[in-house]
């Protein structure tokens, strides 16, 4: 489901952490594959952060998105951070 602005959320049952990682990879993999071509901008990248957070007993809604958030943005400053 869309979650707010280019962000996207996704929830899985019966998928552990490694598992999602493992979908997550192969996604962003075969992604990269696909040419994308826009008529005013040419040809472009797209690419693709993202967190998991796997549901404890204690979680509620909002600290499952916390740390999938909070994942996400690692991985992108850490994209950042190679770029420069």
């Known amino acids: ?4 602005g280019d962000e996207f ?3 899985i049952e019966r998928m552990d952490r490694p598992m999602a ?6 996604f962003k993999k075969n992604l990269s594959k696909i040419r994308f071509v826009s008529h005013k901008k040419g ?5 693709v952060s993202s967190g998991v957070a796997e549901a404890t007993g204690e979680d509620t809604p909002d600290t499952i998105v ?4 909070e ?3 690692k991985e992108k400053n850490a994209k950042k951070k190679s770029q420069t």
Do not use: F, K, N, V
């Open 1 to 4: 489901a869309r979650y707010g």
């Open 9 to 11: 959320a996704a929830i």
């Open 21 to 26: 990682l493992e979908r997550l990879e192969a």
């Open 43 to 47: 040809e472009l990248r797209i690419t």
């Open 66 to 69: 916390e740390r999938a958030d």
């Open 71 to 73: 994942e996400m943005y």
